[in-house]
């Protein structure tokens, strides 16, 4: 079997993907451990058996709906490549609009910023590798996607970034953070998407919040007043529809300068507020 005939094979298989040539390159990429030049350059190179039966095992898995990311074991976020597994979402393009939204609100070449439930690690890595003063805590409540995100900082060399297990704020203890970023859970148990695509292989205690999606939004928003310094910003990462929701709620508990931003779709996906504790206590 030659490169361009097997990847002319996956493709057809890929009937139920938006991006079938680029799954079925992906894949081939990873049994060679080639670039994709590779693959334009030699597509009359034969494939040992060994190399096919691998590539067709990615095929047939890829074919039952597993997502391309655990496939290949990682995915590129902010240009850092992270490793991925089932024990965490995997990161996506538009959770880039969170860290981008942080990174125009605190321009303080020294600050100190939390991020609640991190997951791989994504965005903390994501805002140590262009803030390197930046001291920055992590929190996880999953034990073993919190092994992942300290394998990727690993990787990364992000020293500055430290990581600990809890649920939330539970067992974090300071209160003086000019930045709080988070992508917690937010889709309802009911929405039919939970059913689709990459979300049927990842954990629903990452994806799910009660009251609506809403749960841990709102928690996030109450209990950050007490971690936040004065004139300290809170991110949060939502649902399309749920911006309003938010921003109302943001206001109603004392938040000033309340916004949203909206993602590559242009969808309200990422909605922040300032906490002015000195004019709360006035």
């Known amino acids: 079997m030659i490169i361009r005939v097997a990847l002319a094979e996956a493709v057809r298989r890929f009937d139920n993907s938006e991006t ?71 990161p996506r393009p538009d959770t880039e609009h969170l860290v981008e939204t942080a990174l125009s609100l605190v321009t303080d070449p020294v600050a100190k910023v939390l991020e609640l439930g991190t997951g791989t690690g994504a965005i ?9 003063n930046w001291q920055i805590d992590a929190v ?39 930045l709080i970023v988070s992508n917690p859970p937010y889709i309802d148990a009911t929405d039919p998407h939970l059913n689709q695509g990459d979300v049927r292989f990842e954990p629903h205690s990452a994806l799910v919040a009660e009251d609506e999606g809403f749960a841990d939004l709102f928690h996030i928003i109450l209990t950050a007043t007490t971690h936040l310094c004065a004139g300290g910003w809170l991110i949060l990462e939502h649902g399309a529809e749920q911006g309003k929701t938010l921003r109302n709620y943001f206001a109603e508990n004392g938040y000033e300068r309340v916004n949203t931003a909206r993602d590559y779709a242009n969808l309200e996906r990422v909605t922040y507020a300032q906490w002015n504790k000195l004019a709360r206590s006035s």
Not at 126 to 131: D, Q
């Open 20 to 90: 079938p040539q680029l799954d079925a390159q992906l894949l081939l990429m990873d049994v060679l451990n080639c670039n994709r030049t590779y693959l334009y350059t030699w597509p009359d190179k034969e494939l040992t058996e060994a190399q096919y039966e691998a590539f067709m095992q990615r095929v047939e898995a890829r074919c039952e709906g597993q997502p391309i990311a655990h496939l290949l074991g990682f995915r590129e976020f902010w240009s850092l490549q992270l490793e991925v597994n089932a024990s965490t979402l995997i």
């Open 124 to 132: 903390a890595l994501a805002l140590a590798s262009e803030r390197p």
């Open 140 to 178: 996880e409540r999953s034990a073993d996607a919190l092994a992942l995100a300290m394998r990727n900082r690993d990787r990364h060399d992000l020293k500055q970034v430290s990581l600990w297990q809890s649920d939330w704020f539970e067992s974090v203890t300071s209160q003086d953070y000019q």
